[in-house]
């Protein structure tokens, strides 16, 4: 294209404060202007000390459509605003891609059913979707009644001894469990924890690949950060190459066999199955360990949910038959998802301009969409570092707009698991409530963020049989 031809068909600018596509006036987004934060070194610093810790100071003092100066996708936009997020997720998602920080992913995830954009996405997503139906999830129903029946044994000895034991290490046994079984057809609680180390690390590999200081060493030298990555992904390998196997011997898991049978391509079985794990295991069990924590330090939210399950289940173990006349405990996990939503962030790409929230939003703008910030935000919630399950009473409008509660994303691109890991964490926190009662025996928890919010060096526990 020649200069001349360049500049006669080029757009007019458009006049200040107007978003050239939509033609709305917008404001301009606005984020630190002075030093320190202004700067992209500082910031970036500043961020990966503290991660939920920096977005959640930016939106309390430049709002909730906010501009940061962070590397490696300088400036990104982050997002807290529900009438934004809506419109991110719902109201005109074909205009927002996966976009730059998506491409980390892939490290581990390759091309599947998280890092695809919209068009080749659907197909992945229709094949493993029966795995994932009501009918489905309560036709494994039996395998998560006896992980969970196993899960509380292994507690009773832990009573028993009155050893401690940490929350976190324990309910990722129950969910490498229960999703292997869901995914592969294997238990992958068996081999000491290796399965469990693997996914984390993976998850913490690909938040620091956005943009570690670790890309600065050569690309050979075998930094101990390096090896642990490389042995998460040998043990993932193994994990896939046996279900590939175990479906071609007719005895593979259900989600392996609808992906292998399917028309999609060869690798799809590698990054849908590993997206599946890095998606489900930790979230799963990070969601169990923080609201089983916050019940600890509640004694009133504790006896309520002792109240409804001594109640409803008079001693014996809940099923998924039992989770309807189980309130209270639905009411505790979704508390718990607000105040520690395990995604606690998730990112997009503006395609073209577009106007979030009265803000202009360039084309080619990373956004973070900040469940984080949307969770805590003062403006939706009443005193948001309450602990208040009655936030969810049903028939309450726990927040002023309903989009401000997302931890499971929304829209389209909403989690799959969103069902199985809801009823898998009910079940679960009736069926420990009815059983124990649980004292931390440090205070608080410290949080740590890489993908996941997690907690940091874990929550170590004492149970107590309540009934002997
Ligand atoms: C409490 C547990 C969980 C939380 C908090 C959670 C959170 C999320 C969030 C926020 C997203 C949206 C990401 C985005 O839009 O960019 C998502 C997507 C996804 N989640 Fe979950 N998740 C959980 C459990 C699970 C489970 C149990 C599975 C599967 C076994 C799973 C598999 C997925 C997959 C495959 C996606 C991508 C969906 C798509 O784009 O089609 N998640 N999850």
Not at 5 to 12: F, L, S
Not at 197 to 213: H, M, P, R
Not at 302 to 309: D, F, G, I, S, V
């Amino acid at each position: 294209m020649t200069e001349a031809h360049e500049r006669t068909t080029a757009a007019p600018p458009a006049p200040e404060g107007v978003c050239p596509v939509t033609g709305a006036r917008a404001k301009q987004v606005e984020g630190p202007t002075s030093f320190p934060l202004s700067s992209p070194v500082i910031s970036t610093v500043a961020y990966a000390s503290d991660p939920p810790g920096y977005s959640l100071r930016a939106q309390q003092n430049h709002g909730t459509v906010v501009k940061l100066p962070i590397l490696p996708h300088n400036p990104t936009v982050q997002l807290s605003a529900p009438d934004a997020i809506r419109r991110v997720l719902q109201g005109n998602a074909d205009n927002y891609a996966r976009g730059a920080y998506y491409e980390a992913f892939e490290l581990f995830m390759g091309q599947g059913l998280l890092t695809l954009d919209d068009g080749d996405w659907r197909g992945h997503r229709k094949v493993v979707n029966p795995a994932f139906t009501p009918n489905a999830i309560a036709a494994r129903g039996a395998q998560s009644d006896e992980a969970v029946a196993d899960l509380l044994d292994r507690w009773a000895e832990h009573a028993r001894a009155g050893r401690p034991f940490d929350l976190f290490a324990e309910s990722m046994k129950l969910t490498c469990r229960v999703m292997g079984l869901a995914l592969v057809g294997k238990d992958l609680s068996q081999d000491g924890g290796e399965f469990a180390q693997a996914v984390s690390v993976a998850l913490e590999a690909i938040f620091k690949n956005v943009g570690s200081l670790d890309k600065a060493i050569p690309s050979f030298v075998p930094t101990p950060y390096r090896r642990r990555v490389a042995r998460a992904r040998r043990t993932l390998e193994r994990v896939v190459a046996e279900a590939a196997q175990n479906v071609d011997l007719g005895v593979g898991g259900e989600v392996a066999t609808l992906i292998r049978e399917s028309d999609l391509p060869e690798d799809a079985l590698w990054a849908d199955l590993v997206t599946l794990f890095l998606a489900g295991v930790e979230t799963t069990a990070l969601s169990l360990s923080w609201t089983l924590y916050e019940v600890a330090r509640d004694a009133g939210v504790r006896e309520r949910l002792e109240e409804e399950t001594d109640r409803v289940l008079r001693g014996r173990m809940p099923t998924a038959q039992d989770l309807s006349e189980l309130g209270y405990a639905g009411m505790v996990v979704d508390e718990g998802l607000r105040m520690h939503p395990p995604v606690w962030q998730f990112t997009r790409e503006a395609i073209g301009d577009d106007v979030l929230a009265g803000h202009h939003i360039p084309a080619g703008t990373p956004l973070l969409v900040s469940v984080y910030g949307a969770h805590y935000n003062p403006e939706q919630w009443e005193d948001p570092e309450r602990f208040d399950p009655e936030r969810f009473r049903p028939g309450a409008s726990p927040a002023q707009d309903r989009s401000a509660y997302l931890p499971f994303g929304g829209g389209r691109r909403q989690c799959i698991g969103k069902r199985m890991g809801l009823a898998l964490l009910q079940q679960t926190v009736a069926a420990v409530s009815g059983r124990f009662r649980l004292s931390l025996t440090r205070d608080a928890a410290r949080e740590g963020a890489f993908i996941t919010l997690f907690p940091k060096g874990g929550i170590q526990v004492k149970a107590e049989e309540r009934h002997r």
